[in-house]
């Protein structure tokens, strides 16, 4: 019998997690007690530790592990984010695919119509179609490339285990850099000679001890810290208590530039410095220009450690062709910010040991390459790069990056390559003249444009032709830009096949859905905090896979043994194995260093604690003897202006940081006449990414109308006759979203925030069709930041925005597809 969506969802919401799934289906583990009170588990997320209570099958009950002082409140969405309407049952087919596969109507990819398999039936048609492609094509017509955030666990992540699988059966086209720092891990090592967004900073106690004024540069440390790329510790939180305390007693000046005052601002009680938004490079040019001016620049140190100088501050004095001197007043008319403020900041950046910290926002705007280097230039300027408490950072923000570190070795993973001396079983690496490698901001370029150029960090790309495309727990429909043009691109491909464990939009736009179950059930070890590396976890199952969900590694082994191939990818060892021997390799590495207790020891007492780490200075080694400990640019010291990449001939990123306008920019830049109001899409306070969007009482607490918040100032929203709690539509020339307002004094005039990850739920497939929760993807800009990097530029956009009126379509975002039956 078909089941209707509307009853599909109707039948979720009526009952209780047990009731849901069924006792035949919620079959306690081996592990669990058979006890009244049930059992405690220990378990890890990017939220943090935490222990759950398992009673009877189901976790009742979740509560933060005793050593994180600080747990985030998105430990309570865990429950919502295993038991919620939008898991995936079965594996499902795309009706009309399922009936005519590659001469589908692919116009009807999104239309949320799948048809019910059997895991048989599913790894079939998977292999099939991976034989065709390879067969019918080649390795060009393969995209397998992409990976995201993925679940916790060093066995279980799911993109090692998609690339093992797929790369035993044949060759595919891969993607270089993500979508959070693609501009700024290219820029950096030219500049400071590493990609700086995911290398350790100094560490917080020599910045407490040392710093006079702090600088947050577009950075929100208090929201983003609340998640880790492993299991996050939240040390981070201890020391921005102490950071408050300090600016109470006026130890230490924090100012937070940016357009919003934010969430750390808000919490540290700290200065903010308004601009406008996307003008970052103008100010940051009047700032060289007050310091050279007036000789507040640390002119032993340039000569000394760095490169390029002379051709940087010639263009800032209106030296080069274009004879514009950029002085503060130059400055102002662009970011909004007074000309006698702007030197009054720069006075107070050379007065005394200061510290910059910059988050990734501003370099997800076209050119972001500019701010990231000329932030450098600023700091290499004061010359205080390599001392405690001073110089610059890309990533204090980021998975508790300041703790200091143990040292101790962390475990390694499952081998997403093949093994040494092994071929696939298609080893055919003829990609015609197209590139095997393209940069992952312009995939859906690539899918437009077969057989295009574009330039990409001194050298051409060439788009292949794909056919095919594999998504394993990354879901593309978050994180990448313009989904209306995403639609015309996804219109192009014969198969799509996703392995993840909800009902997220790229499911909706896939042919082929295996369900994956989640982080808790299945067992793995994860590093307890990614950079500080206090300890090592073990994440016990906390629930048998739900409905028909297996494990990565079991999808994947089913897969191989289709093509023969299983046991090497599974090199003949079962999940316990596997975890036994990254536990051993992890142990003899530390040996001497860290003891470690044997693994079935580790694994009932949950935890090994590495205890305190070291503190240390970012760039020290450097500063101290520039030629021995010499950076990895190409020159070895810092490059303020870059002669490679000059020589590449870049419009768009030429060899010293320089100001460009933006294709989209408000207060007075291009295209505010028609959408007045700049659209900040940052990473979300509540969820990680498109993470825990799902969880459905947890998503209640903040959403408003059932609707994702946007975010806007009272003047704006008076203009426009907008109430807090109102439902309002967002849209521009690109597309349109439903969301509900939150008016806030916390926003100035001409800026709106909708934080990314907001599931999108188009009304239909139709190009044009609108979001009904509040994906702010529906609105941004694909471009690429330059041709340098080729990163997105999802912060280069304008929207407008009204009172929405007329009949409100239901969220489609959540919950099943309409199964139907052939």
């Not at 969802?9 to 081996?30: E, F, H, M, P």
């Not at 709106?752 to 529906?778: F, M, Q, S, V």
Request: include cysteine; glycine fraction near 10%; aromatic fraction near 10%.
């Amino acid at each position: 019998m078909a089941i209707s969506r509307r009853h599909f969802l109707k039948g979720l919401a009526a009952s209780s997690a047990a009731a849901l799934i069924g006792q035949s289906l919620l079959v306690r583990t081996a592990e669990a007690a058979v006890t009244a009170e049930g059992s405690w588990k220990m378990a890890g997320s990017h939220w943090g530790a935490f222990k759950a209570l398992v009673k009877g099958g189901v976790v009742s009950e979740v509560k933060a592990f005793e050593l994180d002082k600080h747990p985030t409140d998105m430990l309570n969405g865990i429950k919502g984010l295993i038991y919620n309407p939008s898991r995936i049952r079965y594996p499902m087919a795309r009706l009309d695919w399922l009936k005519n596969r590659e001469n589908s109507d692919r116009t009807q990819r999104g239309d949320n119509r799948f048809v019910r398999l059997t895991w048989d039936e599913a790894l079939d048609l998977f292999h099939e179609e991976l034989e065709r492609t390879q067969t019918q094509y080649g390795p060009w017509a393969l995209y397998a490339g992409a990976t995201g955030w993925r679940q916790t666990g060093q066995f279980h992540s799911c993109g090692s285990h998609m690339q093992r699988g797929v790369n035993l059966h044949g060759n595919f086209v891969s993607k270089v850099g993500d979508y959070s720092t693609g501009a700024g891990q290219v820029i950096m090592p030219y500049v400071l000679g590493s990609t700086e967004v995911y290398d350790q900073g100094t560490s917080w106690p020599l910045i407490l001890e040392h710093t006079k004024t702090l600088v947050l540069w577009a950075n929100d440390p208090f929201k983003n810290l609340q998640v880790g790329w492993n299991c996050e510790t939240h040390q981070s939180y201890g020391y921005l208590e102490q950071l408050k305390a300090k600016i109470a007693d006026g130890s230490i000046k924090v100012v937070s530039v940016d357009p919003v005052q934010t969430k750390t601002q808000a919490y540290l009680g700290c200065e903010q410095l308004y601009i406008n938004p996307q003008s970052d490079v103008a100010f940051m040019l009047a700032i060289a220009h007050t310091l050279y001016k007036e000789e507040l620049y640390d002119k032993s140190f340039l000569g000394t450690y760095t490169l390029g100088f002379e051709p940087f501050i010639d263009y800032v004095l209106g030296k080069t062709e274009d004879k514009v001197e950029r002085t503060p007043e130059w400055a102002a008319a662009i970011c909004g910010i007074e000309a006698d403020r702007i030197r009054e900041f720069a006075r107070q950046l050379a007065s005394d040991r200061t510290q910059l910290m910059f988050g990734w926002a501003i370099q997800r705007q076209q050119h972001g390459e500019q701010p990231y280097w000329a932030g450098a230039v600023i700091a290499a300027m004061l010359g205080q790069i390599g001392l405690p408490g001073g110089g610059i950072s890309y990533a204090h923000h980021y998975s508790s990056i300041g703790v200091p570190a143990t040292g101790a070795s962390a475990p390694g993973g499952f081998p997403r390559n093949l093994d040494p001396g092994k071929k696939p079983l298609h080893d055919n690496n003829d990609f015609k003249g197209a590139s095997r490698i393209i940069p992952v901001a312009r995939w859906i370029d690539c899918l437009l444009e077969p057989g295009g150029k574009i330039q990409y960090n001194g050298g051409d790309v060439t788009f292949p032709d794909v056919k095919m495309c594999i998504f394993s727990g990354c879901n593309p429909w978050h994180h990448h830009q313009d989904h209306n043009r995403m639609k015309q691109a996804f219109r192009k491909l014969e198969t799509v096949v996703t392995i993840d464990y909800s009902w997220n939009a790229t499911c909706r736009f896939s042919d082929l859905v295996l369900p994956a179950c989640t982080q808790f059930e299945r067992n793995d070890i994860d590093i307890y905090g990614s950079y500080a590396k206090r300890g090592l976890l073990a994440m016990h199952k906390l629930v048998d896979p739900l409905f028909h969900s297996r494990s990565d590694f079991d999808i994947f082994t089913g897969l191989c043994r289709r093509f023969g191939r299983h046991e090497e990818y599974t090199q003949g060892k079962d999940e316990r194995q596997w975890l036994a021997q990254l536990y051993n390799e992890c142990k003899a590495a530390n040996d001497g260093s860290y003891p470690m207790p044997e693994f079935d020891e580790f694994w009932e007492q949950g935890y090994v604690d590495f205890g305190e780490g070291s503190t240390w200075v970012r760039h020290a080694d450097f500063r101290e003897d520039p030629e021995v400990n010499a950076v990895g640019t190409p020159s070895g010291f810092i490059e303020i202006s870059s002669r490679k990449i000059g020589n590449y001939g870049y419009e768009d990123c030429k060899s010293h940081p320089i100001w460009m306008e933006k294709t989209e920019r408000s207060h007075g830049g291009p295209g505010s006449d028609q959408y007045p109001l700049w659209l900040q899409s940052v990473h979300p306070d509540q969820r990680l990414h498109s993470q825990m969007c799902e969880s459905d009482e947890y998503r209640a607490t903040y959403a408003v109308q059932g609707r994702e918040p946007v975010y806007l100032s009272p003047a704006d929203a008076e203009a426009r006759g907008i109430s807090d709690g109102d439902l309002v539509r967002v849209f521009n020339g690109r597309g349109q979203l439903l969301a509900g307002a939150r008016v806030s004094d916390r926003f100035p005039s001409g800026v709106i925030r909708i934080h990314e990850g907001a599931w999108y739920g188009p009304t239909d497939a139709g190009i044009g069709a609108l979001d009904t929760y509040g994906d702010p993807n529906t609105l941004t800009l694909d471009v690429g930041t330059s041709r340098l990097a080729q990163a997105p530029s999802a912060n280069t956009c304008l929207v407008e925005i009204e009172k929405f009126t007329g009949t409100v379509p239901a969220v489609t975002s959540f919950g099943g597809p309409d199964m139907v039956e052939i």
